[in-house]
């Protein structure tokens, strides 16, 4: 295991609109894992998972409004994101070890009838542990993500995972506001920059387009195994995709065709905002998941 770096503390000061108290889980490979938990403790859990290259701090609007409709929302920070631990060479990081990582930290936490809510990565682990113990899931809510087994990569997505790769900058607060439809202000933008002060802890950040199964790659076994519990899926499962998005646009047609839990759902729905949909449109994203887990009868 390569070695891993903490980002001080004193980095997260004064985040605006961020006043969570930070909560910690080790793995058993020592690694720390971050996030947040708010709510009451014996309410049903809604799982909110953050994907690249950005952390729990995406959730930021959505937490109070969700906690507020009488659920525990929990926040975590993948390794290598956020105030979690972060292995600084790209090669110690692969798409088994994210999986394995957070399925240890929910059985840590005893969580049950959760309610999966993700975007971006956060669907691609997110999606994984559903398949892994879909008895624990009572509904999913996913926007602008998916679970791709293999298929060709899209032009600005090879683009996408070449410039994280190479690039000799990789500025990650100006790339979260290019994929946002509103202008984040400078302390948001410093906030993203936040946990990586430096080339090294960036090596999750960079190697996670690399990661993602798009043509031949060892996860695709995986992905399919996945898909094939994904369609018996038959809990509520709502997408709700951005309508400027232009990675994952349509990506939804495929979990509505397929999984039983989203044929025929009414509370599909297309929200405004670009890819980091969290920040242009945070009210829409909070309903649908408060609508999906009454429908769940969570």
């Not at 088994?96 to 971006?120: F, G, K």
């Not at 195994?225 to 369609?231: G, P, S, T, Y």
């Not at 890819?275 to 969570?298: K, L, W, Y």
Request: glycine share 8%; proline share 9%; aromatic share 10%.
């Amino acid at each position: 295991m390569s070695l891993a770096y903490r980002t001080p503390d004193s980095r997260f000061a004064n985040l605006p609109d961020f006043p969570f108290r930070p909560n910690y889980h080790t793995l058993s490979e020592g690694l720390r894992v971050h996030y947040v938990d708010e709510g009451p403790r014996d309410a049903p859990p809604v799982l909110m998972m953050h994907g690249e290259p950005s952390w729990s701090y995406l959730y930021r609007h959505m937490i109070g409004p969700v906690v507020e409709a009488g659920y525990r929302v929990l926040a975590p920070d993948l390794i290598g994101f956020g105030k979690s631990d972060k292995l600084t060479k790209k090669s110690a990081y692969s798409y088994a070890l994210h999986v394995a990582w957070m399925r240890d930290w929910l059985d840590a936490l005893e969580l049950s009838n959760m309610v999966l809510t993700c975007q971006d990565w956060g669907s691609l682990v997110g999606l994984r542990l559903v398949a892994d113990m879909p008895d624990r899931f009572a509904a999913v809510v996913l926007s602008n993500g998916g679970l791709p087994a293999g298929e060709p990569a899209q032009p600005a997505f090879d683009k996408w995972r070449r410039f994280s790769r190479y690039s000799p900058v990789f500025p990650i607060g100006k790339i979260i506001q290019k994929a946002t439809a509103r202008t984040l202000s400078k302390a948001e933008v410093a906030a993203y920059d936040a946990p990586f002060p430096t080339r090294g802890s960036k090596a999750g950040a960079r190697i996670f387009p690399s990661l993602v199964p798009l043509g031949q790659n060892e996860a695709v076994p995986d992905q399919r195994a996945a898909w094939e519990v994904l369609d018996r899926f038959d809990k509520p499962f709502t997408c709700a995709f951005a309508d400027r998005d232009p990675i994952t646009r349509g990506g939804d047609a495929k979990f509505r065709s397929r999984v039983p839990g989203a044929k025929g759902n009414p509370l599909h729905r297309t929200l405004k905002g670009h890819h980091f949909i969290q920040e242009d449109d945070p009210e829409g994203f909070a309903s649908a998941i408060i609508e999906t887990a009454m429908r769940a009868g969570v």
